[in-house]
């Protein structure tokens, strides 16, 4: 059972906006930054969130990340294709001395 | 660039052993805490360890703790991981990941291609 709590799947037609929420806790989102990550099928995941709200370079405006207590969400609008992946939330556990992911969620593009 | 080679996986019997390696270029490799991250078949992203740029902190997944020994060789640019007493439900994909700074806090922004490791009699 994950640390992080995400939904397991989340979808929506060409151009919509899907978010996906990651709840923690006082241990870990409350107090860490939070990372997105995204894995392409067949592929290693890659960062598209860094430090709560940060796009790495080469990742599309459309993708936004937030931030509010011990929760997340990352928003991706004008949905394409390429958007369909698994996206996992991350950040550091000071209690556990560890690090943690959500599930991850199923993003499919209808 | 910044690459992340892994190699090491392979095919081994349950209670055998296995070390992975990772070759890692086009940073200061020596500023930078790295870890392991694995994904077992159909599953999500699981941590399993991380050293900080100095050796001097190490923390390891209470599923691996005692087993598994990450350590790294800032003169070569290479982590390792030695995995012991391996069990069925270690088979999966490890990944070399670096983090974004020297510290834990600062979450991964590199990933290996990664390597198979599969237990199985």
């Known amino acids: 059972q994950s640390v992080l709590t995400q939904p397991p799947s989340a979808s929506g037609t060409p151009g919509q906006r899907v978010t996906i929420s990651c709840s923690g806790s006082?241990?870990?989102?409350?107090?860490?930054?939070v990372y997105w990550y995204q894995q392409l099928p067949g592929a290693a995941p890659k960062v598209v969130i860094f430090?709560?709200?940060k796009r790495p370079s080469g990742v599309p405006d459309r993708i936004s990340g937030s931030k509010s207590g011990t929760s997340a969400s990352l928003a991706i609008s004008g949905l394409r294709s390429e958007d369909e992946a698994d996206y996992y939330c991350?950040?550091?556990?000071?209690?556990?001395?560890?690090?943690?992911f959500g599930p991850g969620t199923k993003v499919t593009v209808l | 660039e910044v690459r992340l080679l892994e190699s090491g996986g392979n095919l081994v019997q349950p209670g055998g052993s296995l070390r992975l390696s990772c070759a890692a270029s086009?940073?200061?490799?020596?500023?930078?805490?790295m870890s392991w991250v694995r994904q077992a078949p159909g599953k999500g992203l699981q941590w399993i360890s991380s050293i900080s740029y100095t050796s001097s902190a190490i923390h390891y997944a209470d599923s691996v703790k005692g087993r598994f020994t990450i350590s790294r060789d800032n003169f070569k640019g290479t982590l390792s991981l030695q995995m012991n007493s391996l069990r069925a439900e270690d088979t999966a994909v490890y990944y070399c990941?670096?983090?974004?700074?020297?510290?834990?806090?600062?979450?991964?922004?590199?990933w290996g291609q990664g390597t198979q490791v599969t237990v199985s009699a």
């Open positions: 006082d241990s870990n989102v409350g107090i860490n930054y």
């Open positions: 086009g940073f200061t490799f020596s500023s930078y805490a």
């Open positions: 990941v670096k983090f974004y700074d020297y510290d834990f806090w600062s979450g991964f922004d590199q």
């Open positions: 991350g950040a550091w556990d000071d209690n556990l001395s560890g690090y943690v």
């Open positions: 430090r709560n709200n």
